[in-house]
C-alpha cells in the first residue's frame, strides 16, 4: 500500500477526483465502485466539474456502490442512493441503467446479493474501487472481524458506527441498525484501490494502519495488504500521527 498525505483535504480531494476522472476520460466504459459519505462530498463535486469542463461522455460509465442502509426506503434523503443521486448521478446525467447499489428492501434478499456479486465478476473486475474507512477500521460497511472472503450481504452495524453516522440523521435512534455491504472478497475485485481518510478523527486508524504489516482481521482496512495497486490518500489532520518517509 501506498501512503501519501496531500495536505490540505481540498488537495486530497482534488487529487482522488482527478485519477477518477482520468479513468473515465481515457476509458470511456469504466466500471467504478463508489462510495458515500462526507469525506467524498468534495470529490464528487471536483469529478463532476472534470467530467462537465471536459465534456466527458460517460454513456457507457457504470457504477456499483459499497453499501446501502438496509430497509430504507431509496427515496429517503438519508439513504445512499439519494446521496448518489445528489452528488453525482444526477449532476453527470446518468440514467437508471448506468448505476447499482445493493438491493436493501426485505424480498429475496440473499438472491440479490449473489446476483450483486454475480454481476460485477460478470462486468468487472471494477477499474477503480474507491474507499473511505471507518474509525474502527471498517470499509464499506464491513466491520471488524469481517472474514475477508465475505460476499455482499446484510450486516449489523456496531454502536460505534451507528454513532458515526448519528449526525446525518435527525436522532441517534433514526440511525438503521443493518445494512447491505460488499464484503471483502468482492472489494478486492478490482484493478485498483483508492482510499480518501480526512479529518482529526481518522488520525489513529490511519496511524495503526500504516504501522501494521500483515492483514488482521480486527482491522477490515488491512486486507488491502493482500492487493496489488493500493493507494492511501489524506490530508494532514488524518496522517497526523504518521512519519511518512
Known sequence: MKFMNLGHRDHASRYVATEMFKEIHFNQ????????????????????YLLKVNRTDIS??????????????????????SYMKKHFFEPVGMNDSQFHLPDNDLTDVEEDNLRYDQAIREKGPLHIQLLGIGVNGH????????????KTRVVELTEETIEANARFFKDKEDVPA??????????????RIIM?????????????L??????DIMIPASSLFSHSDVEIVMDDEAASLIELK
Open 29 to 48: 466504459c469504466t466500471l467504478l465502485g463508489l462510495a458515500t459519505g462526507g469525506t467524498m462530498e468534495e470529490m464528487y463535486k471536483e469529478l463532476v
Open 60 to 81: 457507457c460509465l457504470e457504477t456499483f456502490n459499497l453499501d446501502e442502509y438496509f430497509n430504507l426506503d431509496s427515496n429517503d434523503p438519508n439513504s445512499y442512493m
Open 139 to 150: 470499509i464499506g460497511f464491513n466491520e471488524p472481524g469481517t472474514p475477508f472472503d465475505s
Open 178 to 191: 443493518k445494512a447491505v455491504s460488499m464484503g471483502i472478497e468482492t472489494i478486492l475485485y478490482s484493478n
Open 196 to 208: 480518501l481518510a480526512l479529518g482529526e478523527k481518522k488520525a489513529p486508524i490511519m496511524a495503526k
Open 210 to 215: 500504516h504501522q501494521m504489516t500483515e492483514p
